[in-house]
């Protein structure tokens, strides 16, 4: 079972951009479908993007499409989130997370669904 660590978040200004990291740990990352997701305070979390096992299919959520990019390097064990066009709404803790999956070409957009979870990494937007 892998561990999933993030790392890159930070405060930025409205406009600007963040990349996000995900490092697992084991050797077999690419066994794993993986997705982000975000939390606001007094917010539900919410499912931001998702990546399938071999980067072939990704998915983004209605709120971060056209802005947020998921990718993946297998060989390096972790997943990215590039963030740009930041707004003051993306500002909430940002989670990576695992699951193990057959299907090499399915993406995973529902939570329930992942088995690991990291720790989360804080993304505040200021204006």
């Known amino acids: 079972q892998v561990q999933l660590v993030e790392s890159g978040g930070g405060l930025v200004q409205a406009g600007g951009s963040l990349r996000l990291s995900c490092a697992a740990s084991?050797?077999?990352?690419?066994?794993?479908?993986m997705g982000w997701f975000r939390q606001a305070p007094g917010k539900e979390r919410e499912f931001v993007a998702a990546?399938?096992?071999?980067?072939?299919?990704?998915a983004s959520g209605d709120s971060v499409k056209g802005r947020f990019t998921i990718s993946r390097n297998n060989a390096k064990n972790t997943v990215y989130l590039q963030m740009n066009s930041l707004k003051l709404e993306d500002t909430a803790v940002y989670y990576c997370a695992a699951k193990p999956e057959l299907n090499s070409g399915r993406v995973v957009t529902d939570g329930y669904e992942y088995d690991i979870w990291g720790q989360g990494t804080h993304v505040t937007v200021s204006s």
């Open positions: 084991g050797r077999t990352f690419s066994s794993y479908a």
């Open positions: 990546i399938s096992r071999t980067f072939a299919n990704t």
